[in-house]
C-alpha cells in the first residue's frame, strides 16, 4: 500500500448522516476548513428509511441557513397527532396547546438536501471509506485515518474530531471503557414498519394504543405511507402476507368510531428494534460525539433526528467560539449542555413507549392503569401542554 497521504483541517468529521453534514455545513458557513468521511455510499444513505418528523427548531435551521427551502414546500406542517386508544381517538393541537407545529419531512430527503448544500458550496464529503480510524484523541492534534474510494490512504490531522457516526460507529467506541459510562436499556418489543402505495388514512400522525399493541399511522406523501405496529424483537418480517399486515394493523385502531385504514401495495416492509442509549460523557479529549453516535432513543416521540441536530447546533456554536474568540469555554462544557436535552427527550421518549406499548403479559392491572395514564394525557390541557411541548421540542439551550 501507498503512504498515507497527510491532509491538513480545522476539523475532521466521522460520519456523512444529517448531524455530520449539517456540522459540516455550519462550519463551512462559518470559514471553519472542515472534511468530512462517510463510509456508506451517497446513495445506501438516500435509501435509509428512517423517522419522519422534524421540530419547528429543526426546520429553522436547514431553512435559515440556506440549506434548502424543500422541506416548506415538499414536507407537510402538522399542528397536531391523534392520541388512539380504546378505539377514542383525542386530538392534540399543537397550535393552541403550545403555538408550535411540526414537518413531516423524511429522514432521507434532509440528508439529500444536506448533500446537495456541502456538493453546491464546495466542501469536502468522502463517501464509501473503508479502514478509518480515529486517533490521538486527547492530544493537540487529533487525527482520522481512512482509505477512499480509490485506495489512496489518507491521515487528517484536525484540531476537533466529531464523531457523528451513529449508534455503530466507531468514535464512541475509541473513548476507553473506564472513560465512559454507557446507560442502556432494551424494550420487550420492536416496531414492524412499512411503506405502502396508498392515499393518508388521516390528515394528521396517529399514535394508538390497543390491547393487541401500540400502532403508529404515519405518512410520507399524498400516494405513499408510512405505519408501524409494535411487534417481537425476534419477528421475522419476510413471513408475513399484505393481509395479515393490515388485518393487524387494524386490529390496532378499530373503534366505535368505524375507523378503517386505507389500504394499499406494500412495498416495504422491516422489524425495526430499539433501545434507549446515553454515552456520558459525549467528549473525550478533542473528540465531540453528536447525534445516534453518543445516544439512541426509541423512535416513539421522533426525537432522534431532532435530538442529533440540537447536538450539532451546541457543538457548532462551541467551535465557533474556539476560533473566533480563542475560548475552550463552550467546547469544555459541551457534553453537559447537550446531555441536559438528551435526558429530557430519553425521558419523553421511554414514557411515550411505554404509555402507548402493550406488554405480553400485562396484568389487568397494568392495562387498566395505562388507560388511567392515557386519559390523565387525553382529557386535561396540562397533560395535552405536557406531551406537545416535548413532541414539537424544547426552546434550545
Ligand atoms: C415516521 O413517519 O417514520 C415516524 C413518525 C413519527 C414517529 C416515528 C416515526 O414517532
Same mark, same amino acid.
Given at each position: 500500500m501507498s503512504s498515507a497521504q497527510i491532509i491538513r483541517t480545522k476539523v475532521g468529521i466521522v460520519g456523512g448522516g444529517p448531524a455530520g453534514l449539517m456540522l459540516s455545513h455550519l462550519l463551512s458557513r462559518a470559514g471553519i476548513d472542515n472534511i468530512v468521511i462517510e463510509k456508506r455510499d451517497?446513495?445506501?444513505?438516500?435509501?435509509?428509511?428512517?423517522?419522519?418528523?422534524?421540530?419547528?427548531?429543526?426546520v429553522k435551521m436547514l431553512t435559515d441557513t440556506g440549506v434548502d427551502g424543500r422541506v416548506l414546500t415538499e414536507g407537510h406542517r402538522h399542528d397536531g397527532i391523534d392520541l388512539r386508544f380504546n378505539g377514542v381517538s383525542h386530538r392534540l393541537d399543537f397550535q393552541d396547546l403550545v403555538g408550535e407545529s411540526v414537518w413531516l419531512y423524511p429522514q432521507n430527503e434532509v440528508f439529500v438536501d444536506l448533500a446537495v448544500a456541502r456538493k453546491r458550496d464546495g466542501g469536502d464529503v468522502r463517501f464509501s471509506v473503508t479502514d478509518s480510524d480515529v486517533l490521538d484523541l486527547t492530544t493537540d492534534v487529533p487525527k482520522m485515518?481512512?482509505?477512499?474510494?480509490?485506495?489512496?490512504? &489518507?491521515?487528517?490531522?484536525?484540531?476537533?474530531?466529531?464523531?457523528?457516526d451513529g449508534s455503530q460507529g466507531i468514535c464512541k467506541r475509541a473513548i476507553p471503557a473506564d472513560e465512559r459510562t454507557d446507560h442502556f436499556i432494551a424494550y420487550p418489543f420492536a416496531w414492524f414498519g412499512i411503506l405502502t402505495e396508498a392515499p393518508p388514512s388521516a390528515?394528521?400522525?396517529?399514535?394508538?394504543?390497543?390491547?393487541?399493541?401500540?400502532?403508529?399511522?404515519?405518512?410520507?406523501?399524498?400516494?405513499?405511507?408510512?405505519?408501524? &405496529?409494535?411487534?417481537?424483537?425476534?419477528?421475522?418480517?419476510?413471513?408475513?402476507?399484505?393481509?395479515?399486515?393490515?388485518?393487524?394493523?387494524?386490529?390496532?385502531?378499530?373503534?366505535?368510531?368505524?375507523?378503517t385504514l386505507k389500504r394499499g401495495r406494500i412495498f416495504e416492509q422491516m422489524v425495526l428494534p430499539f433501545r434507549s442509549y446515553v454515552c456520558e460523557p459525549m467528549r473525550y479529549?478533542?473528540? &465531540?460525539?453528536?447525534?445516534?453516535?453518543g445516544h439512541t432513543v426509541p423512535p416513539t416521540g421522533a426525537k432522534g433526528l431532532n435530538l442529533a441536530l440540537a447536538d450539532v447546533k451546541v457543538l457548532f456554536e462551541a467551535i465557533d467560539s474556539f476560533y473566533a474568540a480563542g475560548s475552550r469555554e463552550l467546547l469544555e462544557g459541551y457534553s453537559d449542555t447537550t446531555l441536559?436535552?438528551?435526558?429530557?427527550?430519553?425521558?419523553?421518549?421511554?414514557?411515550?413507549?411505554?404509555?402507548?406499548?402493550?406488554?405480553?403479559?400485562?396484568?389487568?392491572?397494568?392495562?387498566?392503569r395505562i388507560l388511567g395514564e392515557l386519559n390523565s394525557v387525553a382529557t386535561s390541557r396540562y397533560g395535552q401542554q405536557y406531551l406537545a411541548e416535548a413532541y414539537t421540542g424544547w426552546p434550545s439551550a
Open positions: 451517497h446513495e445506501t444513505i438516500r435509501n435509509t428509511h428512517r423517522a419522519g418528523i422534524l421540530e419547528a427548531g429543526s485515518r481512512f482509505t477512499d474510494a480509490d485506495s489512496q490512504r &489518507f491521515e487528517v490531522h484536525c484540531d476537533i474530531i466529531a464523531g457523528a390528515p394528521e400522525l396517529i399514535y394508538a394504543n390497543s390491547e393487541h399493541g401500540f400502532a403508529l399511522i404515519s405518512q410520507r406523501s399524498e400516494r405513499v405511507q408510512r405505519m408501524y &405496529f409494535q411487534c417481537d424483537p425476534n419477528e421475522d418480517a419476510s413471513v408475513w402476507t399484505e393481509d395479515q399486515i393490515w388485518d393487524e394493523l387494524q386490529k390496532r385502531v378499530d373503534g366505535p368510531d368505524g375507523y479529549g478533542n473528540l &465531540f460525539l453528536a447525534g445516534d453516535a441536559e436535552r438528551v435526558w429530557k427527550a430519553q425521558n419523553f421518549s421511554f414514557w411515550m413507549t411505554s404509555m402507548l406499548h402493550t406488554r405480553e403479559d400485562q396484568s389487568s392491572f397494568e392495562r387498566k
